[in-house]
Structures are given as structure tokens and as C-alpha cells.
């Protein structure tokens, strides 16, 4: 299928109502982060340098922690490493977060290492491998993504659906189904193997250049994926 073809010949059929309601420009934004004003001038075609000094002092700022806070208190999910479950750290929560927005402003903030976890793989006899990170990691990576989504957003390609906002599979089928009725008939199946596994740093500037950096917040990113995995039977380190 040629590239141009698929731009010129196949119109974006329309989605369902609730699809359709859900991608309402920039509705899903966190707007302890993000202003009406930021979010012009992000999708202006302003270079990144311009339309924001630093994003960084947004992610540990503790409105933004108590937002990601609440989506992981919603969502529950098992300890990490250090085996701190969600209703204890809520028994906490202010100080926490508190000492979490510290240790992001003065740089000293390390993500614990991922609880390594087996689950069974769907349709076959195998299990495949679960990183479960700590609460409080949990948390940082909320705070971040609330930074980071809007700027890669404007990164991603229209045709794209996969783990964005307000589209999904169901948008996928929906733009495969035009293209089939359009008269393409030729599908390439293809995907990349262990992405961010070996040079995580440079394959997160490649993603998004815009996105890189101590100003947004990029560098704690970079930090998660240099993690160590702990398995059953390993010591946690404490230092």
C-alpha cells in the first residue's frame, strides 16, 4: 500500500458518538498542568524552546502529584519492590507526596527498582514477565505523563491509535475497514523488539526531540527506564 495513496484515497471514516466525545481537543489534559494558553501555543508550530521555558517545576508541583495520586488510588494494583501498598502510602499521603515533590526539585528522586511478576500469557501454556513498580514510582510517572503526553501528542501522526488518549483498537479496526472498503488490500505486520531496552536515552530524543531534557521533565523519564528488575528471590538493595 503506498503511502500516499493511503493519505489521498481514504478518508477517516466517522468515529462512534462516545469515541468522538472523548477526543474533544485537549479535554484530557491535566489542568494543574496545563493552560489553555500553553496548549495555543504548543500546537502554534512555535518551537518548543519558545513556548516554554521549563515544564520540570510543573511535575513536582503537588497539585499534579495529588492528581496522579488519585488515578493510582483509582486503578490499585499490587506493591512494588518495596512492598508499600496503595492504601498505606494513602494513610500518608500528604507527607509522601510532600517528600516526593522535594526530592524532584532537588534532583535526588530515584525510582526503586520493578517488582518482577509472572502472569499467565493468553492462549498458550507460557507466562510472561509483569514489572510492577512502587506506589510512589507510580505516582512520578503520572505526574510525568500529565507533562509529557500533550507534547508528544502533537508528535503522533493522525493514523496513529495505540495507547493515546481518546482512541484505541476499536479507532484502528474502524480506519482498517475504510482503507478495505477503499480498495487497499496489502497489510504489513511489523514490530520492534526491545525499543527502549538497550540505549533508552537516545531512543527517547529520537521519539520526540521537542520532549527532551531536564526543562521538561524527560531526564526523571529517563531514570525509570534504567531501572534493575527485582525477581523472586532477590535482595532489594537499600542504599
Known amino acids: 500500500m503506498n503511502q500516499n495513496d493511503d493519505a489521498k484515497s481514504a478518508p477517516v471514516a466517522a ?38 521555558f521549563t515544564l520540570v517545576d510543573k511535575t ?3 497539585a499534579n502529584l495529588h492528581s496522579a495520586f488519585e488515578k493510582v488510588w483509582r486503578n490499585g494494583g499490587s ?22 515533590a522535594e ?16 502472569i499467565p500469557k493468553l492462549g498458550s501454556k507460557e507466562q510472561r514477565p509483569l514489572g510492577i513498580p512502587a506506589v510512589r514510582d507510580r505516582i512520578v510517572q503520572g505526574a510525568l505523563r500529565h507533562v509529557l503526553e500533550p507534547i508528544f501528542e502533537t508528535e503522533f501522526a493522525e493514523q496513529s491509535y495505540g495507547f493515546r488518549p481518546g482512541r ?16 487497499h488490500v496489502w497489510v504489513v505486520d511489523a514490530d520492534l ?18 520532549a527532551g531534557g531536564r526543562r521538561t521533565g524527560a531526564g526523571a523519564g529517563e531514570k525509570f527506564l534504567a531501572r534493575r528488575r527485582v525477581g523472586r528471590g532477590q535482595r532489594l538493595a537499600t542504599h
Open 79 to 100: 506493591a512494588g519492590a518495596d512492598q508499600q501498598t496503595v492504601e498505606h502510602l494513602a494513610q500518608h499521603a500528604e507527607e509522601e507526596l510532600s517528600r516526593l
Open 103 to 118: 526530592q524532584l526539585r532537588g534532583g535526588t528522586y530515584a525510582p526503586q527498582p520493578v517488582r518482577r511478576a509472572w
Open 15 to 52: 468515529a462512534p458518538q462516545q469515541v468522538e466525545d472523548a477526543r474533544a481537543p485537549w479535554g484530557w489534559v491535566e489542568r494543574a498542568v496545563w493552560t489553555e494558553s500553553m496548549l495555543t501555543r504548543l500546537t502554534s508550530g512555535e518551537p518548543a524552546d519558545r513556548v516554554w
Open 60 to 62: 513536582y508541583a503537588l
Open 168 to 183: 484505541g483498537a476499536k479507532d484502528a479496526l474502524w480506519r482498517v475497514d475504510t482503507l478495505l472498503q477503499a480498495g
Open 193 to 210: 523488539k526491545s525499543y527502549f531496552r538497550h540505549d533508552s536515552a537516545r531512543a527517547v530524543a529520537r521519539a520526540c526531540p521537542s
